[in-house]
């Protein structure tokens, strides 16, 4: 009988490792059609512009050039400037937003707070109704004076009803009521208490608004457009519209000028375009794995029962 059950442990073994094996093997091949895009628009921007016009797009091209960069990188002082002024954005703005959040989404959390309701629907709302551009300009520009601030840039994108909704549920589910009872029968105030037991018990949570935030300081471009005049404040995203844009400007106007046509066919058209896509995707990627420990918190929250 002993035999018989150590067959079938090592057969189940067997099984078990040759079902990791597959299942390792069918991940990696979802991350590598995840990631494969972007490697190849990186190969893209190194390839020449002549090559690519002539073979089109390859995995391995004829010809590897810097060209698409170093037309870019033309700008100089202006490009590290942009990346200077995205980089302070982002790291202002995700900060600033998950402290008004957080404390908003907790607040609206806790059943004994009386007005919950009116806050909750009043942020909702805000998912549902706006004041429009023109509104949303009047007030930026005009009454709070931002105009040619980096505030501007920042304030407009602090907020956000859907992450609140996100960080309340998160509270709700993940924070027992009993550990803030007791931290009150202990004489914890309320910033206290969330200072040093919510948030330590909703990393997992504030981490992935954290990343949401990062994301939409780093690629945002409209409030630029709107706010934004003096070419000091011109984040990246916004500077490489413009570069786009004056690519796009000189290949409409080519054909009406000789000396158009000559400058159009010294600049990788698309190349440089694929050259932007890297600048601006890549130092975002290295912040992805300052999150992803807590996404992994995230995932094993609520796993055990008691």
Known sequence: MAQVRLVKKRDFHHVSAGWNVFMNIIAGLFALICVFPFIFV????????????????RLIPAEWSLAAYQFVWQSGDTLLRAYGVTILVTVLGTIISLILMSLYAYAISRKSFRYRRFFSIFAILTMLFNGGMIPTYMVVSQLLGMKDTIWALILPLAMNA?????????????VPDAIIESARIDGAGEFYTFLKIVIPLSLPGLATI????????????FNALLYIDNPNLVPLQSMLMRIESSIQFIQQNSANSS????AMQSIPQDTSRMAMVVLATLPIIFAYPFFQRYFVQGLTVGAVKE
């Open 162 to 174: 859907f992450y609140i909704m996100i960080l309340r549920t998160f509270y709700s589910t993940s």
């Open 42 to 57: 990186v190969i893209i921007s190194f390839t020449d512009e002549k090559v690519l016009a002539r073979d089109g797009y």
């Open 210 to 221: 954290g990343l949401f935030s990062t994301l939409g300081y780093w690629n945002d471009w």
């Open 259 to 262: 000396m158009s046509l000559a």
